[in-house]
């Protein structure tokens, strides 16, 4: 759908996901590293022998052609910013200062070519009190919102243990340079897109950062669990080592839901437990859109709701993850199983859905996710070939692109491939 | 200077988060979207919190407000017949259709993409589900934690001894909208210059995933599992957050700041800055690794500083060292927040029952067109005169007739 643009990608691990993006979607993706190689290239995981990239590397620059450059030599930049002057987009979060320093920065290339969209990811913004702070995920999560209110008990507030909060940004930095595209097509004119990372972040919380600018300063995450008020089990209110169960090869998060409106759910789980014998009367046969009124009329005793539970804790343990997935869209229940990246790697319906894309890592036959959407009617995303090696492209793209090698920038850049 | 989607017309017919974001950002940025709604089965975004002085109703939620600020808003009862040809008038009228019923609903009501696009092969429409318009998972009924238990973040959130957290929220949600968003936009560049539609199918469950390539392209390089680790980073020692001083202006309130050594010398300027330059000339500190074997002595020390002085001031001696840190950021703070004030991240708009409410505003700040919320989210049927008369060009017989047949609901 993009085929038609040309992407200049000035990232490192920040917003290296914005050019995999426009190049899923077709566009002419090429990467930009220093002499050493991306940060990116080192980002974790990194897997294997010290000759291995990073997957972070391999899964997020696939699509890109790349080029090396020493940004110490003046030729070099300047190859680059002639690469930038036939170029629609240019995206990068390489730091501010090092990209006015060498003449890479927005008013330096818009200057020379003023339909240029200019893509700038930070942790903060290009420009504001802490466009300079020190940045790394876990701060910029800090920062953004998700991970204060984000704790298990008493323990310190959690973030995801896979970095996440670039990745946001970058996506944003993909659908920023599409808008400023759109808006080309009407004006001729391209402009500059500034993308922050902690505002980025802000739509993760499920509105509360919102929350004290609208006067509601006790939500529910603030509040011990009560007992009896949280009947559907699945708020924030119930701790969580009640939502979470062991099966025969891992866990499932499940809520005893009760009551008129998710009652259904649990007697339908309790519906397998029974045509599998493995639930005694009474409990077999309880309503569980009934059991709250029940307990509070005082016909059920907290104790015997411990007895259904064990029941289900028994029966769980002789299920696989997959059994209780399909069980769960079989019967309707409310229960999910938890999944780890081998469960991922076995999934029939990501199999059957086409989502692997197939890319060489280092010789090994490598499966990458491949579809950020499923497109019928025009040419939809799809990875178009393996992250770049440092400088593979060098001479494709300067023909390519500027329609020649210039003999000096040409050489130059030979060695960097080397 | 025009917006950058000046023109486009979007029937908005999704709820909750994930699809509703998506019109969000379209409307912000100049196009105008018509958010289909029921009047009495209400959606489930309009029940869920923070709601406008903490006070549960179906007009105070500013989830609600934020995933919709800038649509007009109609009620349609989409299982009358005269609902679903209102719909069909709204297609026919739009360039954007964005859906998130259960996958096969809406081909039950004749509205699905093959139906619509028959006479309208210019139609572009997107649906964003759990699992996907196909395959086996894609019957699966959506509640909270589904899309992040089934693509991985589940088990990837928690402490190492200690049960799987998950994120907070439903994840995918977050992350869904941001790839629906940039291929929708692609299938209107390819629009504007081909002048073809298409249909777009994005699963929650799939752009999980994606934001795990690089895990799950691990097991399939090696074998290998990824696995919980706290707050622990593969690379960097210490990295962590830290307990800091009680506040008198948020009473009650634990806080906690985030500090991170990204380098050997920021591990040394880190040390120096909390007074323990002991621990800056150790040699056996001097690496990651080293670090790594003396984590919790390092924690400590660390924690033993940031308890004495505040989230704010630990951040900024940090900072000022170089260090990156930052202070957990409470729902107060955020709206304190210098950088987010200088960008004007939180905006005020006029609300009809409120006064005012705050949303957010875009995720990208555009230098030529600038987008931004032009009104708070609909009340509900805010729009419905409007929409019928204004833009189907319904003449006040027939808007009558709708709303006495109950189709207006």
Known sequence: ?418 | MSAALAGLKVLDLSWVVAGPLIGRALADFGAEVVRVESGTRVETARLMQPFHGGVQDKEGSVLFGNCNAGKLGVTLDLKSSSGQQVVRDLVAWADVVVESFSPGQLRKWGLDYATLSADRPDLIMLSTSIAGQDGPWSTLAGFGNVGSSLSGFQNLVGWEDALPMGPFGPYTDYVGPRLALVTLLAALENRRRTGAGCYIDVAQVEAGVFFLSPQVAQHSYDGTVAERRGNHDAVMVPHGVYPSAAEEARPGRDRFVAVVARTDDEWSLLATTIGRADLSSRPDLATAAGRRDAEVEIDDAISAWTSARTADEAEQALQAAGVAAHKAVSTADYVEDAQLAARGHLVELPHPLHGTTTVEGPRYRLSATPGGPRRAAPTLGQDNEVVLRDLLGYDDARIAALHDEGALR
């Open chain 1, 1 to 418: 759908m993009l085929e038609h643009l040309r992407v200049l990608d000035l990232t490192d691990e920040r917003g290296l996901l914005c050019g995999r993006l426009l190049a899923d979607l077709g566009a002419d993706v090429v990467q930009v590293e220093p002499f050493a190689g991306s940060s990116a290239r080192s980002a974790p995981p990194v897997a294997g022998g010290p000759a291995v990239s990073s997957l972070f590397w391999e899964t997020f620059a696939a699509g890109k052609r790349g080029i090396a450059v020493d940004l110490d030599d003046e030729a070099d930049v300047a190859v680059v910013r002639r690469l930038a002057a036939r170029a629609d987009v240019v995206v990068t979060s390489w730091p501010r200062d090092l990209v006015e320093a060498v003449g890479l920065d927005p008013v330096s290339l818009r200057a020379e070519r003023p339909e240029l969209v200019y893509v700038a990811v930070s942790a903060f913004g290009w420009e504001g009190p802490k466009a300079r702070y020190a940045d790394s995920d876990l701060v910029v999560w800090a920062a953004g919102g998700p991970l204060e209110p984000h704790r298990d008990g008493d323990r310190a507030p959690l973030r995801i243990s896979a970095p996440q909060a670039y990745l946001h940004a970058a996506a944003d930095a993909a659908t920023g340079a599409m808008l400023a595209v759109l808006a080309r097509s009407a004006t001729g004119a391209g402009q500059v897109v500034d993308v922050s990372a902690q505002a980025s972040l802000g739509v993760a919380t499920l509105g509360r950062v919102l929350a004290h600018a609208v006067g509601d300063d006790h939500p529910e995450w603030h509040q011990a669990p009560v007992k009896r008020t949280d009947q559907s089990g699945s708020g924030a209110a119930t701790p969580n080592s009640l939502k979470k169960w062991y099966c025969r090869d891992g866990m499932i998060e499940l809520h005893l839901s009760m009551g008129p409106a998710a009652g259904t759910f649990t007697n339908n789980l309790f519906g397998w437990l029974r045509d599998e014998g493995a639930v005694e009367e009474p409990v077999a046969s309880w309503d569980w859109r009934t059991v709250p009124d029940r307990i509070v009329a005082g016909e059920l005793e907290e104790s015997e709701l411990d007895v259904a539970r064990a029941a289900v804790r028994a029966f769980l343990l002789t299920k696989t993850k997959a059994e209780v997935l399909d069980a769960a869209i079989e019967r309707r229940l409310l229960c999910m199983s938890i999944f780890d990246m081998s469960d991922l790697a076995a999934s029939p319906h990501l199999e059957a859905r086409g989502f692997w894309a197939e890319v060489d890592v280092a010789g090994v036959t490598t499966r990458i996710p491949g579809r950020i959407a499923h497109v019928t009617g025009a040419d939809g995303p799809r990875v178009r070939r393996r992250a770049p090696r440092l400088g593979e492209h060098q001479e494709e793209v300067l023909r390519d692109w500027l329609g020649h090698a210039p003999a000096a920038a040409a050489v130059d850049l030979e060695g960097a491939a080397q």
